[in-house]
């Protein structure tokens, strides 16, 4: 007869923890004009033309929209293509990110 003793394991499965999702924002400013925000919004993230109009018109009047949600990853690459296509026109449009709460 064996003296081994098996003791349960205890489980220690550790919990997995949704990414942290962060906000790309629009950031207004007086030179870019109206259409090129919009064609941008609509081209880097697929709004249609009511959904860009209202995110480039709360800008424009706040200073600051929310454009999305994202994976870090995913916001960080949209914010520097968005920006990058206004700077290839000499625009200073410009997309941040932030971590949401
Ligand atoms: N304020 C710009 C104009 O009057 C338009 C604009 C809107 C620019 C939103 C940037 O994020 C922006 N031509």
């Known amino acids: 007869m064996s003296d081994t003793v098996i003791t349960p394991r205890t489980r220690t499965k550790p919990k997995?923890?949704?990414p942290r999702l962060h906000k790309v924002i629009l950031v207004n400013d007086d030179?870019?004009?109206?259409e090129f925000v919009v064609a941008v919004l609509k081209a880097v993230f697929r709004m249609n033309?009511?959904?860009?109009?209202?995110?480039?018109?709360?800008?424009?009047q706040k200073g600051v929209?929310?454009?999305?949600v994202y994976?870090?990853?995913?916001?960080e690459t949209k914010a520097t293509e968005a920006t990058e296509l206004g700077r290839r026109e000499g625009y200073p449009l410009m997309f941040t990110?932030?971590?949401?709460?």
């Open 16 to 18: 997995t923890e949704r």
């Open 65 to 68: 929209c929310v454009v999305a």
């Open 31 to 34: 030179y870019t004009p109206r």
């Open 49 to 60: 033309e009511q959904e860009s109009y209202r995110v480039m018109i709360t800008a424009h």
């Open 97 to 101: 990110t932030e971590p949401e709460e």
């Open 71 to 75: 994976t870090r990853e995913v916001a």
